[in-house]
């Protein structure tokens, strides 16, 4: 039987944690986590995303603060604001939504975030921490952290002899999820478009997570019988069967074929999705606690 994993609920048990602790942090030393969540331009999907943090961190008792930028905002007007928020006591938490619209520069601006109020992982200290195998000092990359919750759950703390495969090797995705595999022991295999024969690399996984953004590109055929699939992708494609015009979600995994090889799967939506803001919660709480001392 395949255990097809439900990341609405494991994500509401990360947000009852994260409600608990913001109270205690709050009742011990009067202080209340602050997320500032950045975006630029009108990229409707990205303002989704962004909606649905502020919205989280209401939920969860943090001061929330949306900065929304016009698309042709100038990279010292991004900058400025960023430095503002570091300089900022109540902010915690600063999260610049990516992709920036061209010719921003996205780079420099997640390097100018302070490290500690860094609870997207991106700036190099926290990305070198966890490569360092330092995973208390820093803070985790969100969708990799919530792919580990699920990955723990099923194969306990520690995987030595397993082999982990890890397709895409973006800074925000590939690279950190490979570390969190490595660091619990797992034998890693970071492929990505350049692989040769990716389908054979992917059928000696025990656990396959796919990041690549390709809808439903991972078939059955390519996935070892029990395996744990995590499905990172989220692509809209249309959806002629719901009505003209009409679009859907899915995965860079062909769920309906590949649920019947594996042994536990996660679906789109409803997977790692509802992670990465529960995880996005957990780390400025994490951030909030460690300025409180
Ligand atoms: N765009 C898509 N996912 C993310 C994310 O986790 N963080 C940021 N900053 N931008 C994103």
């Known amino acids: 039987m395949t255990t097809v994993i439900d990341g609405k609920q494991v994500a509401a048990s990360v947000i009852?944690?994260?409600?608990?602790?913001?109270?205690?942090l709050e009742a011990d030393a009067g202080v209340r986590p602050g997320l500032a969540v950045v975006i630029v331009g009108n990229d409707p999907a990205s303002h989704a995303y962004v909606s649905s943090k502020s919205k989280m961190a209401k939920e969860c008792g943090f001061q929330s603060v949306q900065h929304t930028l016009p698309e042709d905002t100038s990279q010292d007007d991004l900058a400025a604001l960023v430095a503002k928020l570091n300089a900022d006591a109540s902010i915690h938490g600063i999260l610049v939504q990516l992709p920036l619209p061209k010719p921003l520069?996205?780079?420099p601006i997640i390097q100018s975030i302070l490290p500690e109020k860094?609870?997207?992982?991106?700036?190099?200290?926290?990305?070198?921490?966890?490569?360092t195998g330092d995973l208390e000092g820093g803070l985790v990359s969100c969708t990799p952290a919530g792919a580990m919750v699920f990955v723990r759950q099923t194969h306990g703390e520690d995987l030595s002899g397993l082999n982990a495969v890890v397709i895409g090797r973006s800074n925000l995705f590939g690279k950190p999820m490979?570390?969190?595999l490595l660091a619990a022991n797992a034998t890693v295999t970071t492929a990505h478009s350049r692989t040769k024969d990716l389908p054979a690399v992917c059928r000696n996984a025990d656990i396959l997570v796919a990041a690549v953004g390709r809808p439903e590109m991972v078939k059955a055929d390519w996935v070892k019988a029990g395996a744990t699939v995590i499905d990172v992708g989220i692509n809209r494609v249309s959806a002629p069967e719901k009505g003209e015009g009409k679009s859907k979600l899915v995965g860079d995994v062909a769920f309906g074929e590949v649920e019947k090889v594996a042994g536990v799967i996660t679906p789109v939506p409803g997977g790692v999705g509802p992670m990465t803001i529960a995880m996005l919660m957990a780390n400025t709480v994490i951030a909030a606690y460690r300025k409180a001392g």
């Open 16 to 24: 009852e944690a994260v409600k608990s602790a913001t109270q205690a």
């Open 105 to 107: 520069n996205s780079e």
């Open 118 to 131: 860094d609870v997207d992982g991106l700036h190099v200290v926290n990305a070198g921490k966890l490569a």
């Open 178 to 180: 490979a570390a969190l």
